[in-house]
């Protein structure tokens, strides 16, 4: 087919003046397979998130006893079973803390994500692997991340470059309505464009702030320079998404602006996350199938998890530590309806990617998610064996459909393969016992 | 810590616009030679820069702008370091992207208010040639003023005219000179020369071979510390001409703050950052067992006790001590029916307690007891943890990872005095929990809620115990037994001087603490004197590079390398 360069066509409109023009619709951008997306032939992106829920699962009714392809689906385990053959589950991979103190719902979370075990404080120590996803493949689109939280705690965040930054979340789905499609959204497949005169000038003054840096960092020590240095490549980011809303966007068949969500307010009530989660969810895969971000993260709810259900006092991390065994089934009752409608959830979440075609698949097909939590068993706060799951094969850059078990393998190896299986260039990941150079090779294609 | 910048909440009580001060720009040109003259290169591991706070970002709008400018926002969370203060994450947190791209949605939405026509004639100061021109000079002015109170100190020339480019710029798309102004302004207050408080420093004539800090960062510090915001022109004023270097004109500066009633804003700020009140907007509580726990009750709380706080201690100029046995305080309507008291006011009221009430001092008050309880009952173990941590600056530590609850769980029966016992039968847990639970136990008066109960499942509450050696009978004589505490004094100091530093305190600073402690006792606990004694002492206004070998400032990912942990 003869690759029409749309470039060529949008050269020169940019004098602030409205133009419409009837662009060549999308297919004819698409090769024959229909795996590449538009006028440069790009490949689909690869898109990467986290999954994460807190206070971990029943182990015995969740890790699956088979091992490599076909696994078994324990109770914990069904709702994914519509899609165990594009999950991988993983089993045997622990946090190792070097004598460090295990910070109860913190460590679990913060070695898995950062590569090390956090100090006292609990402090990311460092860059959270997420993060360095984002800095290599989240480029080219209006938001580096998107980081949501379902359950309503707005300091429910695990990502962040280390040094005192996480990442801000979003805990309401109006409001991150906004943000995706409010002010500043362009629709890829709208037949008009003009550039926002406004947004012109907008751009043309942040050099400014940029101009005032050498004059600040003669006073800064080695810290703050680091600190400085993050707000700069915050400036650039904001730079570059006023440069994409300068230009027309490639149109996107799967991204179809969807209606603002009611306003709700969620705190802990689970009937409520889970709402929040699902319409979040939906949000999502839009702004991913509108390449509004090529990178999210999802906490559904907290670490020493807050959730309670509808006229209900107790909480479901209460639940774990004060309710009894039920010997003759072996599991606390009540806790484990929350753990099951957890997986509820992601289940639900897996099948709003997997229900978006793109390309030759789905939304899910092309993209890596990492669903963990930060405890293997709640009521112990054990964070051997963490329950850690990927969905989606990166566009087929990695193999789906197996349980991979480990003999107390650092979770490092696995946050390693996922970094490697998106692309990023990257050798090595974590410190300490938690340091490792191998990847899961039988994943990766 | 609140991220939420909701349509900020107005206060009617106090007139908060800075009047355009004429000839305070005017020192523009001596700033220039402070600001090349700063140190070149700090050690490693100083810390020299704050991000403002929400509040601060808040009120320092207020103060500039005035307190109809509307605008909602979210800021990147400022993390409470442990057992600390949230103020201390200031030194430590930086701007994330999406932080960054509301800074700079919020300046815009400010600035285009700034210049609309509503607020031009009193904001903008002059008026152009042509509205749809650019207008160098008017811009000038603009930025000129503008920037002195946004950035706290004067602009060099220099960057005005980088201002006044800018705009320039933005005009010849635009053809708007008001749209210019906003582009500008809107970058000044993304700018991190207002986001954060970066620490400017000069020779020190008194130390040869030294450096202070300049005038302009030594306001900010006052500022920040004692009102919660920028400098007023005051402040710049005594910046610009040189006496906030001198002792009298230090203690006429600090007098003025100490005596205005903006200091009430530092003194609450100091307070719900102490007592740990950023905890209470995720607080939930469970509807059908506490019905009277609304979101009005909620909202109420924390206020009830800064009310209290500073009734007696800014408006009476009391004894800090008895913030815990005093029976004044200040009710609503919502909180009444917590407290079982009629409330016909709809607006705030005085109300005192009698003589024979349990309700004595802010830890018989809903935020303290209702904030460190679960969503459905009391916990002895939170309120004793937290009357140790936050008020007598005294750190539990963590639980171990493998408890076994089963002794606590069945919570049906009896009292949580018997179920909390098995805790402390076992050696592994009672080393804390005897720490803890005697102290939080004496409030199990006050359910979950904060509402008097003489009772659970139908056995009567036991609120007996002893605090360290001082033994009591109910709530109000346990709030007797932390007015004598001798920790009491130490640790308000303590955290005082943290909340003033605005980053964790190293070792060496425990005299300084020791120096505070002992002349609040000798000023009888009046917390005037004590922030008198912080805002004039020379460890506030220390140059962070003095101490640039504490390990305090060392940042995360250096202190995680293999190396410094073996």
Known sequence: ?445 | MKLAMATMMKRKDVIRRIRWGVGVAAVAASLAVVIAAADPSPSAGTTSMRRLTDEQYRNAITDIFGEDIQYAGRFDPVLRPTHGLQIQGVSQIAVSPAGFEQYDKVGRAIAAQVVDERHRTLLVGCTPKSATLPDDACAATFFQRTGELVFRRPLKPADVQLYVSAARRAVAVTNNFYGGLVDGLGMMLASPRFLFDVDVTQPDPARPGARRLDAYSKAARLSFLLWNTTPDRGLLAAAANGTLHTPAGLTQQVNRLLASPRLEGGVRMFFSDMLGYDQIVDLSKDGVIYPQFTPNAKRDMPEQTLRTIVDLLITNDGDYRDLFTTRRTFMTRALGAIYHVPVSEHDWMPYEFPEDSPRAGILSQPSFVATFSPPGRSSPTLRGKALRELILCQPVPDPPNNVDFSKVENTAKGTVRERLTGHRANPACASCHRFMDPIGLSLENFDGAGAYRSDENGVAIDASGDLDGSKFADPASLGQAVRNHPQLPVCLSKRLAEYAARRPLDTGEAAWVKTLSTRFVESNYRLRELLRIVATSDQFFEVSSSTATSPRTTPSPTATSPREVK
């Open chain 1, 1 to 445: 087919m003869n690759r029409i360069q749309r470039r060529t066509i949008l050269r020169g409109m940019f004098q602030g003046a409205a133009v419409a023009v009837a662009l060549p619709y999308l297919d004819c951008f698409l090769n024959t397979n229909g795996t590449l997306l538009a006028a440069e032939g790009a490949p689909l992106p690869v898109r990467f998130g986290t999954w994460f829920w807190g206070l971990g699962v029943n182990p015995t009714r969740f890790f699956p006893t088979k091992i490599g392809k076909g696994y078994d689906l324990p109770s914990e385990l069904s709702p994914i079973a519509k899609y165990r053959d594009k999950v991988n589950v993983f089993s045997g991979f622990d946090c190792l803390t070097d004598g460090k103190p295990v910070i109860p719902h913190g460590t679990g979370s913060t070695t898995f994500r950062s590569g090390t075990a956090p100090g006292t404080g609990g402090a990311l120590p460092g860059a959270t692997f997420d993060n360095i996803i984002a800095d290599a493949i989240g480029t080219g689109t209006r938001f580096k991340t998107l980081d949501i939280s379902a359950i309503g705690d707005r300091n429910n965040s695990l990502s962040g470059q280390g040094a005192g930054q996480m990442n801000p979340v979003e805990t309401s789905a109006s409001r991150f309505y906004q943000r995706i499609f409010g002010d500043g959204f362009i629709d890829p497949n709208a037949a008009a464009f003009a550039p926002d005169p406004k947004i012109m000038s907008h751009k043309s003054v942040l050099s400014v702030v940029g101009e005032e840096r050498k004059a600040l960092e003669r006073s800064l020590g080695v810290a703050d320079r680091a600190r400085l240095d993050q707000y700069f490549t915050a400036v650039r980011q904001v730079e570059g998404q006023l440069t994409m809303q300068l230009q027309k966007p490639e149109p996107l068949v799967a991204c179809k602006v969807p209606q603002p969500p009611k306003e709700m307010e969620v705190q802990t009530v689970l009937e409520d996350v889970l709402l929040n989660h699902e319409m979040m969810a939906h949000l999502l895969a839009m702004a991913l199938a509108c390449n509004q971000t090529k990178v999210f993260n999802v906490a559904f709810s907290n670490g020493a998890s807050s959730l309670t259900r509808r006229g209900s006092s107790t909480t479901h991390h209460q639940l774990t530590h004060d309710e009894v065994v039920d010997p003759r089934l072996g599991y606390q009752p009540e806790a484990t309806k929350f753990v099951e409608a957890l997986m509820g959830a992601w289940g639900t979440f897996l099948g709003i990617l997997d229900g978006m075609p793109e390309g030759d698949g789905t939304l899910l097909d092309h993209m890596l998610v990492v669903a963990h939590s930060e405890t293997e068993y709640a009521k112990n706060h054990t964070v051997t064996n963490l329950p850690i799951m990927l969905a989606g094969s990166a566009g087929g850059r990695i193999r789906t459909g197996m349980h991979v078990s480990a003999k107390r393998e650092p979770v490092s190896r696995v946050a390693l393969t996922a970094m490697q299986a998106v692309g990023v260039q990257v050798e090595s990941f974590g410190t300490l016992s938690m340091q490792t150079k191998k990847p899961i090779g039988e994943l990766l294609v």
